[in-house]
């Protein structure tokens, strides 16, 4: 794709190489966003400056030492000062006293400033081609590629060094972790299932996920396959599974969902045991890691008995037995909480002024239009009372996830308390609010459910790459590890919104992002 293919860039941008704005209107910015979005405590995210750049350019140096900076290692939980990180190609070789700079010679010696520096941030559960565009049109087409590519960016600019994505368009995904692997464009690491396997409704669309299913072959090949398989029976199961492991998966994923997420009485179709069995056993033939969707407590029972590695969003219609979470423990499984796609029916009318004041920050004009056509109606429709056969239709009641946002809460609680792994993932891009830029949102959940600020950053870093099975790459900086660093303004584990002020990226000891750090 040509590399000059999207919207200008705006005021704020600091994905730009250079330092494009004072560090002073920079603070002052993310001040006036951060107080006008206040939700009691937790404001949402705030990334001024994912401006897109048609002439970014990363940098790259043979040999770096990184200097004036506190460390947050994920290991220990407190932070460590005068320190030297020395980064050769992509991996950090040591940490050493801050000696005499002078001594690193064939160097290139990288002053920080003093900010925070800690390991990449990872999301284990993201869309990343997910283009935020609902109906297909010709802007749908022709912008697709565009957002795909802003959600790469946005994702890294803001502290995303590694994402797991569970569900998207196979070419895509292909085509753009490729992209990004390369550092042709700003995008993290990207480990994906590719398609999920999904259950099939009727013909052409079906639940949980309502995603388009296309048969047209043009448009498949235009959209990079389907943005979810929907195959029936055991055979068709194993078939769609296969395909997937050829065309790159590293992951396999699933849903279990018996009702909408409302109080509609419709059922959704799932497979049978047999065919989740199919899927766990495909994945042990290639050595890869099933994941289930399961937002409610039926599906975190099945995922639980069936042995899948890990469940998808925290169950929301229910508090978990203890058996279950004991037995969810013995398993060694791991669940990843998605908070803020329940947490964000308080806040809809904030994210549509979000969207309003910078969504051309994060989002093409046609994804604006669609997004918040679809937030707008979710409003309208709280306020009025529905027929019963569209209620019955509905994917998503409002009402319901407010309703229900007690049990989501108290379960990650009870799952923390009682040790169970939990992960850190936002699906961002399953939703119509949660874009690339708001992963702090998802991590100030877990601060408002009494988690420490030192555990959801090792949920964001560390158990996020065990999770992975990458903790010998990825995770924690330490000697050996890739140098995938980010350096923040302020102390997280003070106050998380510190990694909303994200002032360098380095993705394998490539730089991503500076702001007001000196690479001359
Ligand atoms: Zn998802």
Known sequence: MKKKDTIESNTYDSSHYTDRINRRDFLKISAAVSSSLMLGSAGLA?????????DWKGISFPKVVLHNFKLFDSVSNKLQKDLALIIESDEIRGIERKGDLSQYKDYKVVDLKGFTVLPGLIDNHVHVTVPFMYSVNYNTLSQM???????????IMSGITTVRDVGGFPGKLNKFREMADKNEIPGPRVISSLSPIAAREGDLLGAPEKAPYFKNPILKWILGGNYAERPIGVEEIKAACEEMVQLGAQ???????????SYAPRKLPNHSDDGYKAILKTGEKYGIKCALHEPLLSGFKKGVDLGFHTLEHMPMDGVIPDRYIEKFIKNEMAIMPTIMIYGDSFVINKILDLINDKGGEYLMPEAIKQMSGRLRKTLEMEKSKLSEAAYADLQFDNQYAKDMFPNVTANLKKLHRMGATIGAGSDIGGTASGFFGRFSDELKHYISAGISNFDVLRMATSVNAHILDMEDKIGTIEKGKLADIIAVDGNPLNDISAVDKTMMVMKGGFFVKNIGIDLG
């Open 46 to 54: 705030t990334i001024p400056g994912c401006g897109y750049n048609s």
């Open 251 to 261: 992951w396999l994923k699933t849903l279990q969902q018996d009702h909408p997420y």
């Open 145 to 155: 590629n565009p957002q795909i590519r802003y959600n790469f960016r946005n994702c």
